[in-house]
């Protein structure tokens, strides 16, 4: 079943009010999502250049992270949940605390429907455990618990959702030989050093200014960073989707206490500090630095409506090979309504058994041309391999056509008709 359903439901019902073209569809999710995560801290902060300034220092040691918010992908629904845990976890033991558990019941539904991950709920609990904060972490324990299960009733099949997304993970991360062949999110991170410089930078400032207190590092928003960083050297999503947005809301933390202590809240010198902080940040995110903005504009992708391209994408209940998510991506965004099936999709632990096992093998041989050999001698007419390569593949069965620049389709030679 649809391992996102809260999140299409919500497309779904955004392009019936508003009728969007994909692209502009797609662009509403990228924008949507972004403000899910850079809005709400603005609200719950003394100090929202606090933020502001956070996400810039964390620009500049690990910007990955923050380039993903700009996927438009449904993970950052669960982002969202650990900005709100790590900002406002203490008013779960206050008299707001029923309030705030209505709040996080609310928060886990909407991730475990939107996003599905319902099993890394358990992150920040741990994280209340390990600076001890026993009532807190029970009551976020109820309220998770019962998200969970009206997150997954909304699916309107929450045992099979449950137990496919738990499935989908363990499969996700257990057919291969070397870690190097998971998809680039599940494979470890390189520990993002300049992070930690940051946060030695931050302890160092504090202790300084004789501000040092055990409670610095005895919060969960400090916690839940240090366990998706040391996570991340077995996923990096771990540290992506729970760390590293927890150790944003930290430094904010860190860097509104610096600001109370040295910035007026009604000032000119507050409104100054606040137009460069804007503006440089924009420069920071905005910018083309090694094309990582102007990249993704390249490839032009094959499209049925193309009379010169249709013959060489797959034909009615055909199968397009492939051994890139990437091909599956922008010709499924391309073609939705295709009348073919993709032998590589969302990942590739949903594979047949017997063609994973050749994808694990054009891994090992980084694609040698052998090693699709057993895919080729599997096609028929109406079958098609696509690959992304600058020059022109070296595999003999098939004839080949650059359907796009750096985009080939191959079909099998003897039966060139398409149907």
């Keep these: 079943m649809d391992s996102h359903p809260g999140w299409h439901n919500f497309l779904s019902a955004i392009n019936a009010i508003i009728p969007l073209s994909p692209i502009n569809l797609l662009n509403f999710s990228v924008l949507f999502l972004f ?53 406002s976890w203490d008013k779960l033991k206050g008299q707001h605390k029923y309030s705030y558990m209505l709040i996080f019941i609310a928060l886990s539904t909407l991730s475990t429907w939107i996003h599905g991950v319902w099993y890394l709920l358990f992150l920040p609990i741990i994280s209340l455990l390990v600076c001890k904060k026993w009532r807190s972490a029970s009551i976020l324990s109820i309220a998770f618990a019962i998200g969970t299960i009206i997150g997954a009733l909304l699916t309107g099949k929450p045992i099979t959702f449950l137990h496919q997304m738990l499935f989908h993970a363990m499969t996700a991360l257990g057919t291969h030989d070397f870690q190097r062949q998971l998809v680039t999110e599940f494979q470890p991170f390189n520990g993002d050093v300049l992070v930690l410089v940051l946060v030695a930078g931050l302890l160092l400032w504090r202790m ?108 009615k209940d055909g199968i397009l090979y492939s051994d890139s998510m990437s091909v599956f991506y922008n010709i499924f965004f391309q073609n939705p309504y295709g009348s073919w099936r993709y032998i590589l999709g969302f990942e590739p632990g949903w594979m047949p058994a017997e063609d994973l096992e050749i994808y694990r093998r054009i891994q090992l041989t980084r694609g040698k041309d052998e090693s699709y050999i057993p895919w080729i001698e599997k096609m028929t007419v109406a079958d098609r391999m696509i690959l992304v390569r600058m020059e022109k593949p070296k595999i003999g069965e098939l004839e080949w056509h650059e359907v796009a620049p750096t985009i080939w389709s191959g079909r099998l030679i003897s039966k060139n008709i398409i149907p």
């Design 35 to 87: 403000a899910v995560f850079a809005v709400p801290p603005v609200f719950l902060l003394q100090r929202p250049e606090a933020w502001i300034t956070s996400l810039l220092l964390l620009a500049l040691c690990s910007f990955s992270p923050l380039y993903r918010l700009f996927y438009g992908r449904p993970f950052i629904i669960s982002m969202l949940l650990v900005i709100i845990f790590c900002l």
């Design 208 to 315: 300084a200014r004789g501000k040092w207190t055990r409670k610095t590092v005895e919060n969960p928003a400090f916690v839940l960073g240090v366990i998706g960083w040391i996570l991340g050297f077995i996923a990096a999503r771990f540290w992506t989707d729970w760390g590293w947005p927890a150790m944003a809301c930290w430094v904010a933390l860190e860097i509104q206490a610096i600001f109370d202590e040295s910035v007026a809240p009604l000032s000119l010198r507050r409104c100054g500090v606040v137009i460069v902080l804007c503006v440089v940040f924009f420069l920071a995110v905005t910018n083309d630095y090694g094309g990582r903005w102007s990249s993704k504009t390249i490839l032009q992708w094959p499209r049925t409506e193309n009379a010169e391209q249709r013959p060489w994408l797959p034909g």
